[in-house]
């Protein structure tokens, strides 16, 4: 399992640079809405075929690798489409298709204005996202998280009020901030190593540190990481930057920006720094330890939150560090888990922001406190909420289950309690920031809502089908993409060893 | 033929030009423009001839008069002054087809002494990368520096008290350089460099060489602007004619840059400036000094030029960080940086001369969601060079900060690197203040005018500049981006074989 054969392709760059293509064939036809958003759903299907084309390969153990030029002196901007790459690929460029569908929707059902300019910068997102997916090492890595920071800037200011320019305000200030410390930590670690390739198991062979020089590093990387990752305390630009349209919440500020944040922690944590450094000068625990508190304190922090959007932006920034808990265990399941909860949560989340919007584009209502009732007017999107509800409380058959699963399991392999304690804790907490809203659609008496129904098929479609996506891998992790297989064998490729 | 004379090609060319240009200026006045652009058009392809003549046959010498060195005048054509001349040609050539619209827009009937003065400083830069003697740059830093003054003058009202200013500053920058030059010449017995740095060991302890290297060095400070001996920068940047400044904001500065890195590293050494005599440090520390200084006044001003001279002060202390580290990736990054910042800045600058032609004024407190309405693509370079400046890859600017990253981590100058990322978090905040009001504030209409913002009496834009002002603006937008792309092969084919044999 742990043989990679490397082969050069050029498909992982037709798949970064095909969503770019779009961009001015959206620009030029801007005046055409209709032929503007076939292009988007054209080039994301093509996207998502070129990622798919690669799993195969990257089943049997084979890697794609394609070198495009030196951008430093011995640097090459390189992709390669390994399992981990290939497994975010996957959620992003799939999420994207659907996620397309129901921009179409609400963003015609609430007449908004600079569609255009909307669905572009969307696609330069992507293009980055999959670039962040598929860098072969770390300046390549942080070429594309600088641009997606860039190109998701316009997504956040889009509607162009004071409130959400003041909250673009500050996700430039954190973000940015963050990318100078991450370009620095690049610096630093070429630096030292000369060498900037990721590699399972970790770069930093043979090499002797002093602890306070690898801490301070980790730190850097950490602050780098943890913007995008929404690791307390610098997590409060997401919350902020929920003023963006639903369909940016959804897919950029629940899967493809957030996620290449903990994609990152895994990538530094498995691929740079490596488990024996890891363990070696405690850097795990520090790790663990911000995961542990932020998923707590956001778990908290969601169930006072009246704001629909804003509440499910606590509950992602508490299930990223899921992810980044999974990833400081070091053990084979919880790297496994971690990596799955990139997956399920990707589901799941999405889910629920398509849920939002359908009520805030129908209804006009973005408070819980405004929900009673609404059940009665629209029952297929309150029951796409109630899976994706169910399944964030890591409650079977929904696939939010399996990534808890294999996260309690492994932290039994490490022998310690408290992040088991940590899991339960956060379940109970997800039942108590979500289940209220069950109960007030369900179960409360219905307001005034003659003549509301469900959202245009353009939103209702998306987000049943995420919701059954979210059913379907509980029932079967291995399903189509083979999230499950992919993720032992990132485990297993980093860990060594089996899963169990 | 011509290999031999390559040196010495290109300031001869700019010279005649400037004299057929005053000629025809008294009688053909419709003359004087496609000359400007034939000369520097001539001189681009030289300077391009130079650079590949240089890589593939090594350095070139030219004696003037046939007298041998040290006695006679040398120009040398080596790895780094063909690549500081490729830079002051292609930022010329760009900014010479934006002056046809520009400068009679701005000095309408000044065509012809303008462009003669301007082909005099072009003549004074080159001859300054050329020359391989102290004393004929010298005489090449006088033309440059008055024919300077006389294109900061030119400009609105308020510009001849700024060029007099930057005439005073310049002068004693000029007086320095030349009594730091007399004791050079006291204690070595020369004046040609190569001959110098030959002697320097043998008088490495000799007093009087400190004294020189310290006052040569004050003097080029001055002309480059380090803090804080920048203050003639920012009123000459802000008064003079736009399309002057684009010349002189770009090259000016970096051809003193050039001066001190010739001096220090080529000349006197790298072990006599960064160990007997660590002159390369206080000039690091001051450029980091220089850095946040800038970047601060920057975020305060209100009009774009002036905003931008003082981000010069700022980016113009990054290529002293890189002198100040003396090493070898302190070294690329600050050349990277000398072709990178010029192309940056010129794009920026020529962006103002746009507004200007467009709306007569470039008050960043006027701006708003009009002027990117209505003047797309100028913005659209805006943007791209903006986002360089900030150090977003895979920009140009990035990658100066990424080389200069790695020379602080290198020299363990941890407060070097944290100068470089604060600076980038401080670009970000002025830099975007400006995309914010272009492409968000609302425009006039909606907003009621206010003492505070005279939005009435200033329209804002009404259509795009004309494309003779957009091409080279676009180019140069569009080189940031290629520049970026392809700066390893830049380091590697052009910049390392420059760097001194001891580094």
């Not at chain 1, 998923?295 to 508490?318: C, E, F, G, H, V």
């Not at chain 2, 030059?181 to 001959?195: E, K, V």
């Not at chain 2, 990424?402 to 290198?410: G, N, S």
């Not at chain 2, 690197?417 to 492409?439: D, M, Q």
Request: proline letters at 5%; glycine letters at 8%; hydrophobic letters at 55%.
């Amino acid at each position: 399992m742990n043989i990679v054969e490397m082969y050069t392709s050029s498909v992982p760059l037709y798949a970064v640079l095909v969503s770019l293509l779009a961009v001015p064939l959206i620009l030029a036809s801007s005046r055409y809405p209709n032929l503007r958003e076939f292009w988007t759903i054209l080039v994301g299907i093509a996207k998502f075929g070129l990622v798919l084309s690669l799993l195969p390969g990257v089943l049997e153990g084979r890697v794609a690798v394609i070198r495009l030029m030196e951008i430093s002196p011995g640097i090459e901007l390189a992709l390669k489409a390994d399992a981990l790459g290939v497994f975010f690929a996957i959620i992003a460029s799939g999420l994207w298709i659907l996620t397309s569908l129901y921009s179409i929707g609400y963003m015609r059902g609430l007449n908004e204005h600079k569609q255009t300019r909307y669905f572009a910068c969307f696609a330069v997102c992507l293009s980055a996202t999959i670039g962040i997916a598929f860098a072969a090492n770390l300046l390549t890595f942080v070429v594309f998280y600088e641009i997606l920071t860039i190109a998701a800037y316009p997504l956040v200011i889009h509607k162009e009020t004071r409130a959400a320019i003041s909250a673009g305000r500050k996700y430039l200030l954190y973000t940015l901030t963050a990318g100078v410390l991450l370009i620095a930590a690049t610096a630093w670690t070429y630096q030292i190593n000369g060498n900037l390739d990721f590699k399972p198991g970790g770069i930093f062979t043979g090499i002797s540190f002093s602890s306070g020089t690898i801490t301070a590093l980790f730190f850097l990387f950490l602050g780098g990481l943890g913007v995008k990752a929404a690791i307390m305390p610098i997590h409060s630009w997401l919350p902020t930057a929920m003023v963006a349209p639903t369909p940016v919440s959804a897919l950029l500020h629940a899967v493809a920006v957030v996620k290449a944040g903990v994609f990152g922690v895994v990538r530094v944590v498995g691929f740079v720094f490596g488990p024996e450094l890891m363990r070696e000068f405690g850097l795990n625990t520090i790790l663990a330890v911000f995961a542990g508190a932020t998923i707590i304190l956001a778990s908290l922090l969601a169930l006072k939150q009246d704001n629909l959007k804003r509440r499910l932006a606590y509950s992602t920034i508490a299930h990223l560090s899921y992810v980044a808990l999974g990833a400081a265990l070091l053990t084979p399941a919880a790297f496994a888990g971690g990596i799955m909860c990139i997956a399920t949560h990707a589901t799941m989340k999405i889910t629920l922001f398509f849920c939002a919007g359908a009520i805030y584009v129908n209804l006009h209502k973005e408070n819980v406190s405004e929900l009673d009732g609404i059940a009665k007017a629209m029952p297929w999107t309150m029951g796409a909420f109630a899976v994706g509800a169910v399944g964030l409380a890591g409650i079977p058959p929904v696939n939010g289950f399996i990534s808890k699963w294999y996260l309690g399991l492994g932290s039994l392999q490490a022998g310690e309690w408290i992040p088991i304690a940590i899991l339960v804790i956060s379940g109970l907490l997800n039942i108590g920031y979500l289940f209220p809203i069950l109960y007030r659609a369900f179960c409360k008496p219905a307001g005034n809502l003659h003549g509301k129904g469900e959202a245009s098929p353009a939103m209702l479609i998306p987000l049943i089908i995420t919701a059954l996506l979210s059913i379907l891998f509980g029932l079967n992790p291995d399903l189509f993409f083979h999230f499950y297989r992919m993720a032992v064998q990132i485990s297993v490729s980093v860990l060594g060893g089996g899963i169990l | 033929m011509i290999t031999q004379n390559a040196p010495a090609l290109i300031p001869v060319i700019y010279l005649a030009a400037s004299i057929l240009i005053a000629l025809a200026g008294m009688r053909r006045k419709w003359l004087v423009y496609p000359l400007a652009v034939f000369a520097t058009a001539i001189a681009f392809s030289v300077a391009g001839f130079n650079l590949f003549l240089v890589l593939h046959s090594g350095t070139v010498s030219y004696r003037f008069g046939g007298w041998i060195p040290p006695i006679g005048i040398e120009y040398v054509l080596d790895p780094l002054s063909a690549f500081v001349a490729m830079v002051v040609a292609a930022v010329a050539f760009a900014v010479l087809i934006h002056s046809r619209r520009s400068v009679p827009l701005e000095l309408a009937g000044k065509e012809a002494p303008y462009y003669a003065v301007l082909m005099l400083l072009l003549c004074g830069f080159n001859g300054i990368v050329f020359t391989g003697d102290f004393f004929n740059l010298y005489v090449f830093l006088e033309i440059a520096s008055l024919a300077g003054y006389g294109l900061v003058g030119l400009g609105e009202k308020r510009s001849p008290v700024a060029a007099f200013r930057y005439l005073i500053m310049g002068s004693l920058g000029a007086s320095f350089y030349l009594l730091g030059l007399a004791f050079l010449y006291m204690a070595t017995g020369s004046l040609n460099m190569a001959d110098i740095s030959r002697i320097i060991p043998y008088v490495s302890g000799n007093p009087v060489l400190f004294v020189a290297v310290s006052l040569m060095t004050i003097g080029l400070g001055i002309k480059m602007a380090i803090f804080p001996l920048h203050g003639w920068l920012p009123d000459a940047y802000t008064y003079a004619p736009s399309t002057s400044v684009a010349m002189i904001a770009p090259l000016g500065t970096k051809i003193a840059a050039y001066v001190i890195i010739r001096m220090l590293f080529y000349v006197f050494g790298v072990h006599y400036v960064s160990r007997d005599f660590p002159i390369t440090t206080v000039i690091g520390w001051l450029s980091v000094i220089g850095i946040i200084y800038g970047s601060i006044m920057a975020m305060t001003q209100t009009e774009l030029k002036r905003m931008l001279a003082y981000s010069s002060v700022a980016q113009i202390g990054y290529i002293g960080m890189g002198i100040g580290l003396a090493s070898p990736l302190g070294l690329i990054g600050a050349v990277l940086h000398v072709l990178n910042h010029a192309f940056m800045i010129a794009c920026l600058f020529l962006v103002a001369g746009n507004l200007r032609a467009r709306v007569g004024h470039s008050n960043i407190s006027d701006f708003n969601k009009s002027y990117c309405k209505k003047m797309p693509w100028t913005f659209a370079a805006f943007t791209i060079a903006a986002l360089s400046m900030i150090g977003i890859p895979p920009t140009a600017g990035f990658f100066s900060k990424w080389y200069l990253a790695l020379a602080t981590i290198d020299a363990n100058n941890w407060i070097f690197l944290a100068v470089i990322l604060i600076s980038s978090l401080l670009n970000a905040v002025y830099f975007f203040n400006i995309l914010e009001r272009v492409y968000l504030r609302p425009a006039a209409s909606t907003v009621p005018a206010t003492l505070s913002s005279p939005t009435a009496a200033n329209p804002g834009p009404q259509r795009e500049a004309s494309l003779s002002l957009l091409v080279p603006t676009l180019t140069l937008a569009t080189a940031i981006l290629v520049l970026g792309l392809f700066n390893a092969v830049i380091v590697k084919k052009l910049i390392l074989p420059m760097l001194p044999v001891v580094m």
